[in-house]
């Protein structure tokens, strides 16, 4: 069922395209619509609306989609689809189109679509008078005999019009004369042709030749116009022979003139004309080498160089010239041809001795000896020779064109090396010519040069405890010499110093300077030493210089530090004695270190490793000191161990340590007898007592501080309110009874307070108290039983 629906669907389709097929084709064969334009118009230029024609609508345009179709492959119109203007493409050349066609017609069909159909129509190209008239031939030779009788007629080239119709060519017209009048005869193709018909008999002897002015005009407007000219010449018969204008001609001719050159126009006159007044020029007894080197030109008598001339081989030529006419007279004549010498030739310079390579430093050194020449002539062969003016040569003048080169001066290899003298030798003609010849001059090296290090000193670091035979640096000299001159050997000179063992510490390669370390080296032993190193060319003689060579032993971290006190290596160990009255801050001792290393690995530091009782006691870490960390007790042990370590600040750190033993002491004539150890639960129950000690007066103290506070605020109030708000300080001294500072205390004698009281209420109480210049760091040398400045009363009022 959908099948034969398909087929009728189909079948209905192309009887709808066939019928506007029919339809096309009917309007197709209709009458052409006809249009013309005139050639030459601007592209884009209106032809006609086919609005009316096509039987179209504006608004029908866009949907036929009309287009302009013709044949070949330009497309000379276009549609316009807004306006239906059929419009000009480009420009049209009826001449181009159709030639000499008229008239002028293009077809084309307008195609309109939706549906299909073909509109006929053709375009007609009017002409206009854009060409002249032309003649072929701008000059008409007619050559007429006296004897012809008048009434003769000659047939005259026309011209040629490529417009037509009307623009076409019309008439001719001539130059008013005594001898011709044009008369014009049509063709049976309508070409108008131009005839010269004689009216009068020529006379050679009174006019031999007549000159017309033919003039052709077409039918524009307005017209235009072509003209040539008629040359008449009247032949006569042959009565003369020819005769030169002189029997002698004297040419002189450069010898560089080209092939082809002019030398000479020989001419012979006839007074006859035609064939009989027509003279040929010929050589006359002429050699093989003057027929090589010239020739003439039969017509003419012009005589033209056929090769090249040169004074240097001949200097002048003698050729006969003879002219015959057309009926067998001739005449002759002599042409004597002088050639010119010109300066066409450079000087030539020929090197007879030459050395190109010289040894520096000597004096006045031939180095080549040459001659020079030149075969010109005059002052074209006249010579002069010279060199660049910044060279160290001079040119010596000798024998007749004879030169020789000479340093003028001792040469300097190590300067420059090589000179490139040029030596141009220039003539005095005209143009100059001038020739050049350059030398490569080699200055050979001569040892006058020693060799110089690139420094006057060196300094050299070496990392301690190096290993053997290790590379620690290179020296470095040059040598301006070439060759085996500035080959250089480096050596190890004898030290100044007869103590240092030079050939025991380095070594050096006599090659390229490198430095070696022969073996280890010890910073602690030896920091730097010095010594002198020699540089030799191989030169005869030999030249040598020197240089200074330093080498500085870098440290390295490779001692650990020496405690010097207190002595670790005695029978009996040290034991320092501490009061239990001591306060916290007590020095006990000093530990004193060294380390054999030098800078930061030098840099000691100290730290408690190990206590029998955390706590007590402390290290400084930066000088060593052991104090009291609190105020002791009479329930710390009696005996302590501390054991600390000093280490220094290298990389990787080295350490010692050591090992102090304190004794606590009621006073120092109790005699040290050694206690023996507790047992551990003793200890355990003093440890245990100590710490409820300690608690219960932190509580007692806290309490006590509290209502201390309140107390001196209150009064402080009170006081500032009866006096301005100023303390009063009491004048005097105070009793040494209520400030005690001893050695054997916290504070040492660099301790100085600042204490204000309160006054105005007749009791004395501390408002503050604060150290004004604290001094923490103690000498070496203080000890427990120093002695107890008293207290100088220095105080700042506030």
């Known amino acids: 069922m959908e099948a034969g629906e398909r087929k009728e669907h189909v079948h209905k389709q192309r009887q709808v395209l066939i019928f506007f097929v029919l339809l096309g084709i009917a309007q197709a064969g209709s009458e052409p619509k006809h249009y013309s334009v005139a050639e030459e118009m601007e592209s884009g230029s209106f032809v006609a609306n086919l609005l009316k024609d096509l039987g179209l609508e504006v608004d029908e345009l866009s949907a036929r989609a009309p287009r302009v179709v013709s044949k070949g492959k330009k497309l000379h119109l276009q549609f316009d689809r807004q306006t239906g203007d ?98 014009l005869q049509d063709s049976s193709d309508g070409i108008i042709l131009p005839q010269l018909v004689l009216d009068k008999t020529l006379d050679r002897e009174e006019q031999s030749e007549i000159r017309l002015t033919l003039t052709a005009l077409d039918g524009g407007t307005p017209p ?37 050159s002019q030398v000479v126009t020989v001419s012979a006159r006839d007074l006859d004309i035609g064939a009989y007044g027509q003279i040929s020029y010929v050589f006359s007894q002429a050699s093989e080498d003057i027929r090589k080197t010239f020739g003439i030109n039969a017509k003419s008598g012009e005589l033209v160089l056929t090769q090249k001339l040169d004074f240097e081989s001949v200097q002048n030529y003698t050729v006969n010239i003879q002219a015959t006419d057309g009926g067998g007279l001739s005449g002759s004549c002599v042409v004597f041809i002088q050639v010119m010498d010109l300066n066409d030739n450079p000087p030539e310079l020929t090197i007879s001795t030459l050395n190109n390579q010289i040894p520096e430093n000597l004096q006045e050194t031939i180095i080549a000896v040459f001659s020079v020449s030149d075969p010109d002539s005059g002052d074209s062969g006249r010579m002069v020779c010279s060199i660049q003016d910044d060279l160290p040569f001079f040119l010596k003048p000798s024998l007749e064109n004879f030169y020789t080169l000479v340093t003028n001066t001792a040469l300097d290899r190590e300067t420059v090396s090589e000179y490139n003298v040029t030596i141009t030798v220039t003539d005095l003609g005209t143009p100059r010519l001038k020739t050049e010849h350059s030398i490569t001059v080699l200055v050979s090296d001569v040892n006058d040069n020693a060799p110089t290090f690139t420094q006057t000193s060196y300094t050299l670091f070496v990392q301690e405890n190096n290993s053997p035979a290790l590379h620690i640096g290179s020296v470095s000299a040059t040598d301006r010499d070439s060759g085996t001159n500035a080959q250089v050997t480096y050596s190890l000179l004898p030290p100044q110093d007869p103590h240092v063992p030079l050939p025991s510490l380095v070594s050096i390669n006599a090659d390229n300077g490198h430095l070696f370390s022969l073996r280890s080296l010890d910073y ?65 001792t000093k530990v004193v270190a060294v380390d054999g290393d030098s800078g930061q690995n030098a840099w000691l530091s100290f730290q408690l490793l190990k206590a029998t009782e955390p706590g007590l006691f402390s290290v400084w870490a ?177």
Request: glycine share 6%; proline share 7%.
């Open 86 to 183: 059929l419009l000009l493409n480009e420009k049209l050349d009826r001449e181009e189109l159709c030639g000499t066609t008229e008239p002028c017609v293009l077809p084309f069909q307008v195609l309109l679509e939706n549906p299909l159909q073909f509109f006929q129509a053709q375009l007609r190209i009017r002409d206009i008078n854009d060409h002249s008239p032309v003649f072929l031939d701008k000059e008409i030779i007619l050559k007429i005999s006296e004897s012809i009788t008048p009434g003769t007629t000659f047939l005259i080239e026309r011209a040629q019009d490529l417009d037509v119709g009307s623009n076409s060519l019309q008439s001719y017209t001539i130059s008013p004369n005594f001898y011709f009048h044009l008369k």
């Open 224 to 260: 235009r116009s072509g003209t040539a000219v008629i040359h008449i010449e009247v032949l006569d018969i042959n009565d003369n022979a020819p005769e030169f204008a002189k029997l002698l001609y004297e040419v002189q001719i450069p010898e560089n003139s080209p092939v082809g």
């Open 524 to 588: 602690e032993a030896l920091q730097a030493f010095e010594f002198r190193v020699g540089a030799t060319d191989r030169g005869s003689p030999a030249l040598s210089s020197e240089a200074l060579v330093r080498v500085v032993v870098v440290d390295d971290n490779d001692n650990s530090p020496f405690v010097l006190y207190p002595l670790q290596n005695s029978s009996a160990p040290c034991t320092e004695l501490v009061p239990r009255a001591a306060e916290a801050g007590y020095l006990v």
């Open 622 to 798: 930066h000088n060593g000191e052991v104090r009291t960390a609190r105020p002791l007790s009479e329930r710390d042990a009696a005996k302590h161990r501390l054991v600390v370590l000093v280490k220094d600040n290298g990389e990787p750190p080295l350490s010692a340590t050591v090992t102090l033993h304190v004794l606590l002491v009621d006073g120092f004539s109790q005699p040290y007898l050694p206690l023996p150890e507790a047992a551990p639960d003793q200890a355990q129950a003093d440890s245990l007592t100590v710490y409820l000690v300690i608690a219960l007066a932190s509580v007692s103290s806290l309490f006590l501080f509290s209502v201390l506070l309140f107390l001196v605020v209150r009064l402080c109030r009170r006081n500032r309110a009866a006096s301005g708000g100023r303390c009063s300080v009491p004048e005097g001294h105070f009793p040494g009874h209520l400030v005690d500072i001893s050695g054997t205390g916290t504070l040492s004698q660099s301790y100085q307070y600042e204490v204000c009281l309160t006054g105005g209420s007749g009791t004395s109480e501390f408002k503050f108290l604060r150290p004004i210049i604290p001094n923490f760091l103690a000498q070496g040398a203080e000890r427990v039983n120093e002695a107890n400045p008293s207290v100088r009363n220095s105080f700042e009022f506030s």
